[in-house]
Structure formats: structure tokens, C-alpha cells
């Protein structure tokens, strides 16, 4: 979708209240004009003047909900509506809890930044992102991604050195304090 399909700040601004300190979109009040009948303006404020908005949980942990025949995820309408622009990058949300739309928790990334603060994968076997027994040798690998390049940080007699030589990596190359955080159920 291109930046010229998408609703603009100010239209979803006139929709759409949004609290940037709960996170929470509800429904502002239509006036008739925006309705083909009164019948259609009556029902539509009806039932959703005032009630929550974008609010349907998906089965990956984020909210969504349509507008104009079109499902938006929640955290883009929230970072829209809140910084009168839409987000150039993905929105990344701090803390890991996608549907934490608070203004606090969402930052405009690049995916690359995005993917610094990333969750423990659940397939994980040591316990620590980056750290994997190399099997061969039956040392523990770390390594790390660095623009679009694997860094290869070294084979370790003990799972605590290979986990502290990814750490100050992380450090390094500017990953997000939270990454490597458990993954949410």
C-alpha cells in the first residue's frame, strides 16, 4: 500500500480518538453528512460511537481493524494519529507486547533496527540468543547479525563466555536493550 492510499492524520484524527498514555483507539461521534441515509447515521453512532476501536486481537499477539474497507494494524493508526505522520519504517513496539500500543512503547524503526529487538526464538535451545553448541566440538558458537552480515564471535569451552561474548557484541553494534528477551505466549 502506498503512502497516498492511506488515510491521511487528520481523517483519522476526525474517526478515531486515541489515549497515548492507555494505548486505547475508540470511535468518535459521525455526523450525518458522512452517511448516505439517516437511518445509516443513526445505526453507525448507534453502535459504535464511543466503543473501542482496532481492537481484534490476531493470533500473532497485534490488534487490527478496518477503515475504508481496509484492515490497519493498531499500533500504525496510534503512531499516525499521535505524531500527525505515518510511520516511515515499521513500528517496533519497546517492550515486546504487541499489543502495548502506548506512545511510550512504539518507535518508527527500520527493520533492521526492528529486528534488534527481537524475542528469544521458541526453537532456542540454549537458552540465549546468538549461542548455539557447535556439535563438532562441543563448544559453545556465538555469533551476530551486523547490517546483512553473520559475525562469527568465536567457539567457547563454557555456555557463561559465549554468552557474554554475544552480550558485548549486542552493545557494540547497537542492538535494543530488551533483545534476546523470553518470547511472549
Same mark, same amino acid.
Given at each position: ?140 558458537? *556465538? /555469533?551476530? !547479525? &551486523?547490517?546483512? +552480515?553473520?559475525? @562469527? ?8 563466555? %559465549?554468552?557474554? *561474548? /554475544?552480550? !558485548? &557484541?549486542?552493545? +557494540?553494534?547497537? @542492538? ?8 511472549? %505466549?
Amino acid at each position: 500500500m502506498t503512502v497516498k492510499d492511506l488515510p491521511t492524520p487528520a481523517t483519522l484524527r476526525k474517526l478515531l480518538s486515541y489515549d497515548p498514555d492507555t494505548g486505547l483507539l475508540t470511535w468518535k461521534y459521525r455526523p450525518p453528512e458522512m452517511f448516505a441515509t439517516m437511518l445509516d447515521y443513526k445505526a453507525w453512532n448507534a453502535r459504535f460511537n464511543g466503543k473501542p476501536a482496532f481492537a481484534t486481537a490476531k493470533a500473532d499477539g497485534y490488534l487490527l481493524g478496518r477503515l475504508f474497507y481496509r484492515s490497519y494494524r493498531s499500533h500504525r493508526i496510534a503512531y499516525a494519529i499521535y505524531h500527525g505522520a505515518w510511520p516511515t519504517g515499521e513500528v517496533d513496539h519497546k517492550n515486546g507486547v504487541r499489543s502495548d500500543n502506548r506512545i511510550t512503547n512504539l518507535r518508527d524503526v527500520t527493520r533492521s533496527e526492528n529486528q534488534r529487538n527481537a524475542a528469544i526464538p521458541r526453537d532456542n535451545s540454549s537458552g540465549h540468543i546468538g549461542v548455539s553448541l557447535h556439535t563438532p566440538t562441543g563448544r559453545w558458537r *556465538a /555469533r551476530i !547479525a &551486523a547490517g546483512s +552480515k553473520q559475525i @562469527y564471535l568465536g567457539l567457547f569451552e563454557n555456555l557463561d563466555d %559465549a554468552v557474554a *561474548a /554475544r552480550a !558485548a &557484541a549486542e552493545v +557494540k553494534y547497537g @542492538y535494543h536493550p530488551n533483545h534476546g528477551r523470553p518470547a511472549l %505466549a
